[in-house]
């Protein structure tokens, strides 16, 4: 935020004009993506809500959102989780993140593979292995019963469908709070230090305040994210914890409502745009046109923002004095680190539990498993299908981060640059990709592509993850410019840089580390998407998630565990491959 | 919705023109396929494996056309109407119940004639109808644990509904789809008499073991893993799915009273190769190959003869055997229409939320 602050926009005057008042139009290829490929198939199908299979106009649908006692309930339940879920997402990442960017660049990518490690298990197969490893005969409810605790009831509960989400979560927070935290300059905390300030004052007043936009950024994505959960609530809650999803999946894909389906997609729509309205006025994170003045959020509310965090600065100071006093062996920074450690330990049980259940030899996904076998690594090396499946989903992956880095970025790069009021409207725009259901958008392609012979394609794939892994991958790029200093490409365009050189010698590896980061998120988008390769697979061209939902017809098979461990073994290697690799050329 | 979706085509169309360039690569990969070969959507798993070894393989070997099976959703009637809707044949033909069939032809008809004939005379009556080929029949029933009840546990639904009888945790379907009708049962409804399903009663049925039920599991797999973990003491459960869980060392034993229904083939109307999908689907009516599928698969056949080649001691665990079905009525399609899978949704919804 600071950064942006003092770049004021009378310093743009210094840069070639063209340049900046042509950044819009950098947003056109990416704008006609989605008005292409999400908003012209999703409108179709939203319109369902209000356009009864009779061709005429009924509000009904939409109403009885509201007026059912059970679905306003639904609501009411899907709304609170994910602000509790962003709350404590929020709250677990920060001092994560914070601890990471302490680290070397070459650290900080190794604890990032091992944080980003359950991304790569199928959703399904981590929510199973919850009910494998909480359920009330697992060792650990035991132990909660031995030590006088409810052990049989740790599953189907509010709890546990919280703990659920909050752990998927929790590596896509990290991952959007990165960038940010990595461009905070630390010499401003050596500044602060030198001219008096304790280390908890400089954390508080200097840190802080110039990480709030990657916690924004985080945030934002985490509570829009969390808004469409259906697999967890679904295996790990009661119906008290039924979220709208559900209610998405039920109506069009079980009872052939589209109008009701659809009305809860636009409740759902509705109330998230509003969430990232209110998110953008507090944070101001579109960076809306006008100059960097019109950008910053509500002055009053950043200079309370500022006010608070430098009273809870003052306030625990003495805290941590007396705490350094008291405890003069174990610094803070220690504590910090068992903290993060203890963090990246958890994220990585379901990962570490999936192994050994792979290699049972029962039939069943059993924590700990009866005996020891390579059968189910048999089974899958065994399977043209399952190979196939795999290979398209890397493939697919691929192609799809390619994809969605050239749309995302160069629409965020304009955002940033351009001071035209329609960067307002295009940011709100490729937010909503995140908030339609899934379901929704993957019909509304199906239509569409129907048309463009694009069903069961490699093509179509990507298109459709593309869509999906768009807005993710705009808001964490986004992040990136916003807070790059803009004057070192003035400076490099004053010594008479052209525009290309100085956004390929200065910009590009300033920012590289917020490109990296979508482009890590979107493979892991498009490797994770399930609906997409249901509809637009339609069973033939199948991705990895798309087997293993057809693979638990009658049970969930330990194969599943098998490809998973597959899947991490080859993601572990290729990044060891890479970071040897980058070793080699560039020793550190 | 049809005609919306008409006009919705024709303005898709316009703005398609231009991305036609796109659409080039796709046609090199969707001609990979032989003309001479057929697509087959299942339930995909192990019943998708046994369908591949007793019909796919064989049709091949005899007629030498590739019968490809992919899987399909656990309800594909969505995108068995997209599909149709938007005349992109995916599948030649579809796996489905007799419910998924009906909802098919509520309204618009989605589902092609079929044109066979039961020449041998073998067919169970009613597996064969002018547009579907039953050829799976499965059970709709209770399972429970042995470990914990051993040999006094629960023997009907109305022992299920008993937690004062029977204590411990169940399992429930939530869709209602079959539980509404074993809360009937429970209720002392006559197994002739479920329909049209009394849901007032149901529910009343239901509220005394509200409590105890202590998962309302929502698919198969769900069903399977809370069953074989010990999750919940009894459930309601399909015959296939409980005897993998026992064979693969589950300690559970089924109690034969509930519903049967049955999985078969049926093709999408104006399909393209329909001639060819209705040589396949004649195959699938042979004994000996209802047979092979019997043998990999816990589902019973409905060729009679096909009990011929099946091993008495596999065919006492189908839902066909005759101790077995004797338990079994068939699940009613026609009372689980469009608007009472809505309405008992809905009801269903309430009830668990309040």
Known sequence: MASSDL?????????????????????????????????????????????????????????????????????????????????????????????????????????????????????????????????????????????????????????????????????LCVIAMMPTFNQVNKSLLSAATTLGASPTQAFWRIFLPLSMRGVATAGLMIFVTSLGFFITPSLLGSPRETMVGQLIIEQINELQNLQQGSAFGVVLLVGAIIGVILFDRIFGLSGVAGGSGNSQPDDRVRRFGLWLCSRIGNMLD????????????????????????????????????????????????????????????????????????????????????????????????????????????????????????????????????????????????????SVIATPVVFIVVLSTLRGHDWRLDDAALTLGATPRRAFFRVTLPLISGGIAAGLITAFLISFEELTIALFIGGGLVTTLPKQLWSDIFLQINPTLAAASVVVLGVVTVLFLLMEVISYWRKPA | MTRHMLNRRTLLKATVLGSGTLAMPSILTRSG???????????????????????????????????????????????????????????????????????????????????????TGDMVPGMLTENWLGFSVFGILMAYNTEKYGANGPKNWADFFNPEKFAGRRGLYRAGWGSLEMALLADGVAPDKLYPIDVDRAFKSLEKIKKDVSVWWTSGAHNTQILQSGEVDM??????????????????????????????????INGPKQSLAREFIRFCMRADRQAAYSNLVANGPTNKKAFDAIAPERARILATDPANFAGLVPLDPRWWSQSNRQMVKKRMDEWLLS
């Open chain 1, 318 to 465: 003495p805290v941590a004095r007396g705490y350094r006093d008291t405890f003069r062996g174990l610094p803070g920074s220690r504590l910090l680190g068992a903290y993060s450690l203890l963090v990246i330990a958890l994220l990585l049980v379901p990962v570490v539990a999936i192994i050994p259940m792979a290699f049972t030899s029962g039939s069943f996904l059993a924590f700990p498993p009866p005996g020891f076998s390579l059968r189910w690594f048999e089974t899958y090396f065994a399977s043209p299908i399952w190979m196939a499946a795999t290979a398209r989903s890397f493939g697919i992956g691929l192609a799809c981060a390619a994809l969605t880095i050239v749309v995302a970025a160069t629409v965020a790069f304009a955002v940033v640059r351009s001071r035209s009021r329609l960067a307002g409207a295009i940011f709100i725009f490729f937010m909503s990709p995140m908030i339609v259901p899934h379901l929704v958008i993957s019909i509304g392609l199906f239509y569409l592509f129907a048309q463009m012979s694009l069903i069961a394609t490699d093509i179509g794939l990507v298109l459709g993850h």
């Open chain 1, 7 to 171: 770049s004021s926009p009378n310093l743009s005057a210094t840069g070639k004009p063209s340049f900046r008042l042509g950044s819009i139009w950098l947003a056109v290829p990416g704008v006609a993506f989605l008005l292409i490929f999400f908003l012209w198939p999703t409108v179709h199908i939203l319109v369902s809500a209000v356009w009864g299979d009779d061709g005429r106009f009924s509000s009904k649908a939409l109403f009885s959102v509201f007026t059912s006692s059970s679905y306003s309930r639904v609501m009411a339940t899907t709304f609170t989780v994910a602000v509790q879920v962003t709350v404590l997402c929020v709250l677990i990442s920060y001092p994560l993140a914070y601890w990471l960017s302490r680290h070397s660049a070459r650290r900080q990518r190794l604890l990032m593979m091992l944080i980003l490690l359950p991304f790569w298990t199928s959703a399904l197969v981590k929510n199973f292995a919850w009910l494998v490893l909480l359920g009330r005969n697992s060792n650990f409810a035991q132990f909660v019963t031995s030590m006088g605790g409810a052990g049989d009831r740790l599953l189907f509960n509010r709890t546990v469908v919280l703990f659920g989400i909050v752990h998927t979560l929790v590596p």
């Open chain 2, 33 to 119: 396929f032989a003309a001479e070969s057929l697509t087959v959507a299942d339930v995909g798993g192990a019943a998708g494996d046994a369908i591949r070894a007793a019909f796919c393989e064989p049709f091949k070997k005899e007629t030498g056309v590739q019968v490809i099976n992919v899987a399909h959703d656990p309800d594909p009637v969505t995108q068995f109407k997209l599909m149709v809707d938007t005349k992109t044949y995916l599948w030649d033909a579809c796996m489905m119940i007799p419910d998924y069939i009906f909802r098919l032809q509520e309204g618009k008809n989605y589902i092609a004639p079929l044109d066979l004939k039961d020449e």
């Open chain 2, 235 to 268: 459930s309601d459960t399909w015959s296939a799915r409980v005897y993998g869980a026992i064979q693969g060392g589950a300690k559970l034993t089924t109690v034969w009273q509930g519903l049967y229904s049955v999985d078969g083939w049926a093709m999408p």
